[in-house]
Nanobody, 125 residues
Framework: QAQLVQSGGGLVQVGGSLRLSCAASGRTFSNYARGWFRRAPGKEREFVATISRSGRSTIYADSVKGRFTISRDNAKNTLSLQMNSLKPEDTAVYYC??????????????????WGQGTQVTVSS
């Protein structure tokens, strides 16, 4: 049974940084695209970033471009999201995502079959 377990997150002041991690177990996600999504209070879950199997290609939501960096370590079966210059509007529950179909970039909720448990990120002003 594949499982994604997240760590990191928490409370940070405006302009600060946080790093989220997502460890996979039960099966390797290393041959497939991965992604991060988030759900802000009162809003739908939205795309944040995606990374290709090799890690050489990435896409970011316009709202986080230049501030967030998605990365992966296929040897360790892990996914990370480095978040810098955080803003109050980044406050949300963040979810890592995985799939066993397709190695290239995936931007929609329906592209993914497996989800982490969610991690709260709160940015205070």
């Amino acid at each position: 049974q594949a499982q994604l377990v997240q760590s990191g997150g928490g409370l940070v002041q405006v302009g600060g940084s946080l790093r989220l991690s997502c460890a996979a177990s039960g099966r390797t996600f290393s041959n497939y695209a991965r992604g991060w999504f988030r759900r802000a209070p009162g809003k739908e879950r939205e795309f944040v970033a995606t990374i290709s199997r090799s890690g050489r290609s990435t896409i970011y939501a316009d709202s986080v471009k230049g501030r967030f960096t998605i990365s992966r370590d296929n040897a360790k079966n892990t996914l990370s999201l480095q978040m810098n210059s955080l803003k109050p509007e980044d406050t949300a529950v963040y979810y890592c995502a995985g799939t066993f179909t397709g190695s290239y970039l995936k931007l929609t909720l329906d592209d993914y079959d497996y989800w982490g448990q969610g991690t709260q990120v709160t940015v205070s002003s």
